[in-house]
């Protein structure tokens, strides 16, 4: 073909123009697209490119008692974080503050590790940074690529060791808590409860974070910080008031034995609010902002006296002689005993079943009691013939109805279960078929064997003897009066008598040391055997016995005695009720010349036939 011919160059020219408005138009089309159509996208994505999201820290809620007083507040804090635009640029300025701030290889794998899930975020390097540090930082801006330091709130505890366990702490979100449920919307690095109150209403306390934009360069570093968007302030987390009285609170723990482990309960038994809970030791929760150090973890983790658990929640101890009124119960409700009732054989100092001897607490006897009796001067020998006439099977089946083997459902997290048999085949799984007797009949009817009670559990039985109607409230911290499924199914008059052999006790039996003149107390005094040591004691009281507003449940390892915790609780009761002894000093226990353990069983020499775990 002959391409000089005026007829091929025109059909060259049309060809080409097609070509050129072709290209043309897919330009237009390509342009209008990123123009119009998609401009805000990529306007979105230059502006991130260029704009860095700070979060800014929700404060959480304060945490108040009953009457408007601060248990948990926030101060303004210091945090530090860097924007890197690598891992290796991240890895050299950690290795520039490194030493100011105490990071160490593990840290520093921790933070390189956050900063690959999140590139593009701030990754945090430390909380609650000192201000001197700050201010160290601030003289080395120049030379640390990325570096952000920003205020933020602080959790703070005010009255530290003496409330610890009720409140909780906070720390850092894991990455594990991320992937939860619980913690849908969180972020890495947010500060959420991690115990107590922190921890049990952490959604309603924590919050809404909001955000800042900083401008950054090409290779990831701030260049301005201040108007180059929008702030999202954040949202406060909710105010929660809770039934605790914190001046009862640390008069609790100023009186409760300097050294000693233990728990004290004390609340409202009508309503079933906590008006305080202390356990013994315990801890500084403002150790744990900012993150805990590790040797510090460690040495609280595995300390020998297990100061993070809550003992009032957590621990469960043999609960000795108040579970006698549990006896006193079943045989009023199933009319196998009046409050006049005496037993067979009178005390003499013990009681022979077959080839054991099973002791009273007091050697030389009590003789012959009536129920009343029995409770006021806390006869073992009345108890355990009390125990054989119940019988064995029904003891463990009646006792389930007043909740000795579950939670009470207490606002705190963690609660123990308490632990008493549900059957006679729990004995068959543990020890065989054979190899055991009803003796262990005899052993449960006094608190001791099988059985172990957490001091809220022990308190929210005695709620119910307190009550006129036989039932309590749960115990709560936060909210209204739940009501309990649990009933003694006394009628009042059987509970009054109750009530009444309970005054005895503070008036003229195991508790007369600790009686108060102005006061008409109510309760129960305990001495839980302990294979580990001294006997644990146990003192349960309320007051004023014809109309309770209070009730105390204590528990003091190695007391040797109830008799000698009994004092402290009745001062607390006089504290709330009168206001009376309100020095705070701390309670040193005395233990009365009268007063001794409980039973201690005695194996006779020749015993031949299996009688089963006594102990």
């Known amino acids: 073909m002959n391409w000089s011919h005026p007829h091929a160059l025109a059909r060259?020219?049309?060809?080409?123009?097609?070509?050129?408005?072709?290209a043309t138009g897919v330009l237009l089309v390509a342009f209008f697209r990123v123009q119009v159509l998609s401009s805000s996208r990529y306007a979105l994505q230059s502006e991130q490119n260029r704009l860095r999201a700070l979060p800014l820290p929700a404060p959480r809620g304060l945490i108040l008692?009953?009457?408007?007083?601060?248990?948990?507040?926030?101060?303004?804090?210091?945090?530090?974080?860097?924007?890197?635009?690598s891992a290796e640029s991240l890895s050299a300025s950690l290795g520039r503050i490194g030493a100011l701030l105490g990071i160490d290889s593990v840290d520093q794998a921790i933070i390189l590790r956050r900063y690959r899930r999140d590139p593009y975020d701030p990754v945090t390097i430390r909380r609650d940074v000192p201000f001197e540090t700050v201010a160290a930082l601030e003289e080395r801006r120049v030379t640390i690529r990325g570096l952000v330091i920003q205020t933020e709130p602080k959790r703070q505890y005010p009255h530290g060791e003496s409330i610890a366990h009720v409140l909780g702490y906070v720390a850092e979100i894991t990455e594990e808590e991320l992937a939860s449920e619980r913690f849908a919307g969180a972020r890495l690095g947010m500060q959420v409860g991690r115990d107590g109150l922190e921890r049990q209403y952490d959604d309603r306390l924590r919050g809404q974070d909001g955000v800042r934009f900083i401008e950054v360069d090409a290779l990831g570093r701030p260049v301005r910080d201040r108007g180059v968007a929008p702030?999202?302030?954040?949202?406060?987390?909710?105010?929660?008031?809770?039934?605790?009285?914190l001046e009862l609170q640390r008069y609790v723990a100023g009186a409760?034995?300097?050294?000693?482990?233990?728990?004290?309960?004390?609340?409202?038994?009508?309503?079933g609010a906590i008006l305080a809970l202390y356990s013994s030791p315990a801890y500084d929760p403002n150790l744990f902002v900012g993150g805990v150090e590790p040797r510090l973890w460690n040495r609280l983790r595995t300390a020998q006296d297990h100061p993070l658990i809550n003992r009032a929640i957590q621990a469960a101890y043999p609960p000795a002689s108040p579970w006698k009124l549990v006896l006193a119960t079943i045989a009023l409700r199933r009319g196998l005993a009046t409050m006049e009732t005496r037993m067979t054989i009178p005390c003499r100092g013990g009681l022979q079943y077959y080839s054991r001897f099973f002791r009273c607490w007091k050697l030389d006897g009590h003789g012959a009691l009536t129920l009343a009796e029995a409770i006021t001067h806390s006869c073992d020998v009345y108890f355990y013939q009390l125990g054989r006439l119940i019988g064995l099977p029904?003891?463990?089946?009646?006792a389930g109805a007043f909740g000795v083997r579950e939670r009470v459902g207490i606002d705190l997290p963690n609660e123990r279960k308490s632990f008493f048999p549900s059957s006679t085949e729990y004995f068959n799984r543990r020890y065989g078929p054979r190899g055991w007797t009803n003796a262990v009949t005899l052993n449960l009817?006094?608190?001791?064997?099988?059985?172990?009670?957490?001091?809220?559990?022990?308190a929210q039985f005695f709620a119910m003897l307190a009550n006129p109607d036989g039932t309590a409230p749960i115990p709560h911290l936060v909210g209204d009066p739940k009501p309990s499924e649990r009933r003694l199914g006394l009628s009042r008059s059987q509970l009054a008598q109750l009530r009444t052999a309970l005054v005895s006790v503070v008036e003229e039996g195991t508790a007369t040391a600790s009686r108060i003149a102005t006061l008409n107390i109510a309760g129960k005094t305990g001495s839980a055997q302990n294979p580990h040591g001294e006997d644990h004691g146990w003192f349960v009281a309320f007051a004023p016995a014809d109309n309770p507003r209070v009730l105390v449940a204590a528990i003091v390892e190695?007391?040797?005695?109830?008799?000698?915790?009994?004092?402290?609780?009745?001062?607390?009761?006089?504290?709330?009720?009168?206001?009376?002894?309100?020095?705070?000093?701390?309670?040193?226990?005395?233990?009365?010349?009268?007063?001794?353990?409980?039973?201690?069983?005695?194996?006779?020499v020749d015993t031949e036939r299996p009688l089963g775990p006594l102990r």
């Open 12 to 22: 060259r020219a049309r060809a080409t123009h097609v070509i050129v408005w072709l």
């Open 65 to 85: 008692d009953r009457n408007g007083a601060v248990l948990a507040e926030n101060v303004p804090g210091y945090s530090v974080a860097l924007l890197a635009a």
């Open 231 to 245: 702030t999202l302030e954040p949202e406060r987390g909710e105010t929660i008031r809770t039934t605790l009285d």
């Open 256 to 271: 409760f034995p300097v050294g000693q482990r233990g728990a004290v309960v004390v609340l409202n038994p009508r309503t």
């Open 394 to 398: 029904e003891l463990l089946r009646e």
């Open 445 to 458: 009817a006094i608190g001791q064997g099988e059985n172990s009670q957490t001091p809220i559990n022990v």
């Open 558 to 604: 190695f007391a040797e005695h109830g008799s000698a915790v009994a004092p402290m609780v009745t001062r607390i009761i006089a504290r709330h009720l009168l206001g009376a002894d309100a020095s705070g000093e701390p309670l040193r226990l005395l233990v009365p010349q009268d007063s001794a353990p409980e039973p201690v069983l005695i194996l006779p």
